[in-house]
């Protein structure tokens, strides 16, 4: 018999359903469901009310109608019998992180009038400051866990969230039975069991070598924290793990047959690395889309500077999974196409134009920091910046710079990587940018290596898919899945020499400016933050 997984990638604006073939990976049919709420980033939705500045909230309903729309409707265009799907699997952006009660429900529910009851958004940056202290004070007690950090902890992590409703709304954490990643929320929905995944834990959750920061340090942080490990802790769960069956009220939801296989929750972008077959050490694999993370594994524990975290079995079971990332990429060449430019020029008509260039003809650089920068400096107070403009820059001319700095920023990664003992043997691209051959062919040159292409454009719904398949029991690990279901071409891209050379000079440039403004020298940045949220106070 013919068995199928159903992979589900919740992305920062809408969810996709994959159902799939086990025997050799063949993607059969998807459906999309595009959130109602998006990422709620301007006014909450309960009351109008505006959201402070780098605020980023989701609603939890909007999650659950992926399951009650797009499974069923991917099963239903597959034209398969429900009765042949043997397990599912889900992956989600991270850290998004939500207060619960102990049954799971969301405080949102309870408290939809305040803010802080609401999961907060992988892109939620209003807690830098509650980071920055973190940080100070894992240093000052020379704490060990810092270091797998790259020596400092993102406010994109669930500590500095949770501290920031700890400190903004007392009550809101008083009444947090638990806090939980959505990675892991979903997967109680689906089975009825609340499972904490291990690389989620690690990566999300400061947990490493079998602990969370110590309750000294988090009193350390505020006498009220030092809780916070109880609304976390529990029973760790391995990648590729069962966390039990389908109940009947999500088989109710998405068609499927109550009892089947759920797998353990997961990271959209660490699931799309066995997808791309990037399961030994030394193939990193860039997730491109409105961010890019970048995630490899490693034979050997590595501190790198400016990592987003390094977990044993993090990522692919036997090896030390490392992970850095950019936090705005797509998202800064929509908000130029969709925000500043009043000419009506689509991304295709730029692309063209730009293209049409030679590297270095526009005279720019720039720095993508647009979202902050998650990695190296990891540092979300700091902004975007373009050098080198005059009367005679066009619109494509900076269309070009801000392609090209989000190039130099994944150069600065690897490079950052390789000078800590961490070799990049292969450079693998996923994610929505592939499309785009124009900036394929600029990171190509700009790395001045080989890209290799993952051979499938859902690779966080296949990888997930691919771990429902291990879940099921169809394959007895995700090295196996992976040799049987991935799917990779080798050097689509490589590099012309001559524009390489080009770049080297432009990257030159890039790292003074990126040292200048992001490592104190000019600390412009990080007072214009601070002048505007005074003004918006």
Same mark, same amino acid.
């Given at each position: 018999m013919t068995q199928y997984v159903v992979g589900v990638d919740f992305g920062t604006l809408s969810g996709r359903a994959l159902v799939v073939r086990t025997d050799d990976g063949a993607e059969v049919a998807t459906a999309v469901h595009e959130y109602r709420h998006g990422a709620v980033e301007r006014t909450l939705p309960a009351t109008g009310d505006p959201l402070p500045p780098h605020w980023a909230l989701q609603i939890p309903s909007d999650w659950i109608d992926v399951l009650r729309t797009a499974v069923p409707q991917a099963v239903a265009a597959a034209g398969i019998d429900p009765g042949d799907v043997v397990g599912i699997a889900t992956d989600f952006t991270a850290c998004t992180f939500l207060p619960v009660l102990a049954d799971g429900t969301p405080l949102c529910e309870v408290l939809p009038a305040d803010r802080h009851a609401y999961p907060k958004l992988?892109?939620?940056?209003?807690?830098?400051?509650? +980071?920055d202290r973190i940080n100070e004070l894992a240093h000052s007690r020379q704490e060990p866990w810092i270091s797998r950090y790259g020596g400092k902890l993102s406010s994109e992590w669930q500590l500095a969230k949770a501290l920031q409703v700890l #400190? #903004?709304?007392?009550?809101?954490?008083a009444r947090a039975e638990r806090f939980i990643e959505a990675a892991d929320w979903i997967v109680w929905q689906l089975a009825g069991v609340e499972t904490r995944m291990v690389g989620l834990a690690g990566y999300k959750g400061v947990y490493q070598d079998g602990s969370y920061p110590s309750k000294?340090?988090?009193e350390a942080l505020d006498p009220g924290f030092g809780d916070w490990v109880s609304k976390v802790d529990g029973p760790l769960a391995p990648l590729g793990g069962r966390a039990g069956g389908l109940t009947e009220q999500a088989a109710a939801w998405t068609g499927l047959p109550a009892g089947i296989a759920v797998a353990v929750g997961n990271v959209?972008?660490?699931?799309?690395?066995?997808? *791309?077959? +990037? &399961? #030994?050490?030394?193939q990193l694999v860039a997730i491109m889309g409105t961010s890019t993370c970048h995630v490899m594994s490693g034979a050997e524990l590595r501190e790198v500077p400016g990592m987003c975290g390094v977990v044993q079995d993090g990522i692919i079971p036997g090896l030390w999974g490392f992970e850095a990332g950019q936090s705005g &990429?797509?998202?800064?060449?929509?908000?130029?196409?969709?925000t500043l430019l009043s000419g009506g020029l689509s991304h295709d008509e730029l692309t063209e134009r730009a293209a049409a260039q030679k590297p270095g003809e526009h005279g720019l650089v720039a720095l993508d920091w647009h979202n902050g920068n998650r990695s190296v400096l990891v540092d979300h107070g700091l902004s975007g910046v373009i050098v080198g403009q005059t009367l005679h820059t066009r619109p494509e001319d900076v269309y070009r710079a801000l392609v090209e700095a989000t190039a130099f920023g994944t150069r600065t990664i690897v490079e950052t990587l390789e000078s800590s003992g961490v070799p990049v043997v292969e450079f693998?691209?996923?994610?929505?940018?592939?499309?785009?051959?124009?900036?394929?062919?600029?990171?190509?040159?700009?790395?001045?290596?080989p890209i290799s292409i993952i051979g499938s454009e859902q690779g966080p719904a296949l990888g997930s898919a691919m771990h429902a398949a291990v879940a099921a029991g169809v394959y007895p690990?995700?090295? *196996? *899945?992976? #040799?049987?279901?991935?799917?990779?071409?080798?050097a689509v891209y490589v590099p012309d020499s001559a524009a390489a050379d080009v770049y080297d000079r432009l990257y030159a440039e890039?790292?003074?400016?990126? %040292?200048?403004?992001?490592?104190?020298?000019? %600390?412009?940045?990080?007072?214009?933050r601070t002048l505007r949220e005074e003004v918006a106070r």
């Open positions: 992988w892109k939620h940056h209003a807690a830098q400051g509650q +980071a #400190e #903004e709304a007392p009550d809101v954490y000294a340090f988090l959209d972008a660490h699931v799309t690395a066995p997808a *791309a077959k +990037a &399961v #030994e050490p030394g &990429v797509g998202d800064i060449f929509g908000w130029y196409v969709e693998i691209a996923a994610g929505g940018l592939l499309r785009n051959r124009f900036l394929m062919q600029i990171y190509a040159d700009v790395l001045r290596r690990d995700i090295r *196996a *899945a992976a #040799e049987a279901m991935g799917k990779v071409s080798r890039y790292v003074t400016l990126h %040292d200048y403004f992001g490592r104190g020298t000019n %600390d412009v940045l990080h007072r214009l």
